[in-house]
């Protein structure tokens, strides 16, 4: 079991503790966090297989995180709730929650459930076709569809955007970057910096003030996601009508 890795979100640090103890005992790999901010970056940066998650958080409404996290790479998620009549338990299970407990609750039966749902997890399937509304990215043959139209991206800015979409809006520093979306070692942070550049000019309406890919100062960039859901008429988009044939004439025949 050493290979799972468990999350658990909970604004108790003592029942954290004891928790993430008892897990590490069974030889799970356990990573800690006591808010949704900091659930959201262990999350991206572990991609745990379960997250055990408080539906009490004092900062945060854990049914809408629930929902982020079954919008993900889908984990198992088991939810734990103070609240225990039935309205709230099917509220949560709604949310994407795959088991239900109510505190308080004794240890063995937390652990039982747990060893449950970790039995029910099958090997993943990498998602072949990540849809964020008006962005599409089609990861089996690298192509990526954005307001309606084909846009033609060198592999590294194919890489590089589907990092920024993959976090959720969540800033990423330039290091982060580089390590996730570059396939070798670069020692300069810099080299995010022209790309993103490039990448504006083939998705931004203007690259100059750009709204999709945000700067972040002092901190990196952002993939700002509620754009997606803007209403943008298609006369505004970047491609011309013209240029969208042409590119998908291209990505469509064989390289």
Known sequence: ?????????????????????????????????????QAREVFLNQQPTLVILDADLADSD????????????????????????????????????????TKPFGMQEFLARVEVLIRRKRTPIAP???DYGTLQIDLVQRRVRFQGEFIDLTPQEFSLLYVL????????????????????AIDNPRTIDTHVLSLRKKVELDPRQPSLIQTIRNVGYRFNMEILNANIPRSQTKLSQ???????????SPR
């Open 1 to 37: 079991m050493g290979s799972v890795c468990i999350e658990i979100i909970e604004g108790n640090p003592h029942l954290r503790s004891l928790l993430g103890w008892h897990l590490q005992q069974m030889d799970y790999r356990v990573h800690q966090a006591a808010s949704i901010y």
């Open 62 to 101: 854990g049914i809408e995180f629930c929902n982020w996290l079954h919008c993900q790479q889908q984990p198992l998620i088991l939810m734990l709730s103070a609240r225990s009549n039935e309205a709230d338990i099917v509220i949560g299970l709604k949310a994407g929650a795959d088991d239900y407990l």
């Open 128 to 130: 072949a076709y990540l």
């Open 165 to 184: 979409a993959q976090a959720g809006g969540v800033p990423l520093s330039r290091t982060e970057l580089l390590r996730r979306a570059w396939p070798d």
């Open 242 to 252: 013209e240029k969208f044939n042409n590119q998908r004439s291209t990505l469509s």
